[in-house]
């Protein structure tokens, strides 16, 4: 079992950057591949990026690529998603997600655990 918690939502003006973090309970957090997903309202949630359990090899959205990077700390069971260059529509519910195993990173029916979300909000 894998506990997620996230935080550094907030709010930001458009061009602005914000660093969140998702922390891990249990001492598998090593074992488990991590992803970032977001909500805007009235839309699916979607895929932003993902990180193998090494930290070695990262997947990104095309709507990320350049502007976000996702990290690891296995030391600190701790995953993050730096946001830069921060745009009106990257306005969301942010999630992050864990799985074992995963023949698809970008499918949400992959992920076994996910933590509660937090708000960011991009003003322009």
């Known amino acids: 079992q894998v506990q997620l918690v996230e935080s550094g939502g907030g709010l930001v003006q458009a061009g602005g950057s914000l660093r969140l973090s998702c922390a891990a309970s249990g001492r598998s957090f090593s074992r488990f591949a991590m992803a970032w997903f977001r909500q805007a309202p009235g839309k699916e949630r979607e895929f932003v990026g993902s990180?193998?359990?090494?930290?070695?090899?990262?997947l990104s959205a095309d709507s990320a690529k350049g502007r976000f990077r996702i990290s690891r700390d296995n030391a600190k069971n701790t995953v993050y998603l730096q946001m830069n260059s921060l745009k009106p529509e990257d306005t969301a519910v942010y999630y992050c997600?864990?799985?074992?195993?995963?023949?698809?990173?970008?499918?949400?029916?992959?992920?076994?655990?996910w933590g509660q979300g937090t708000q960011v909000t991009v003003s322009s």
């Open positions: 997600a864990a799985t074992g195993g995963s023949y698809d990173f970008t499918r949400m029916d992959q992920y076994d655990f």
């Open positions: 990180i193998n359990q090494s930290g070695g090899s990262t």
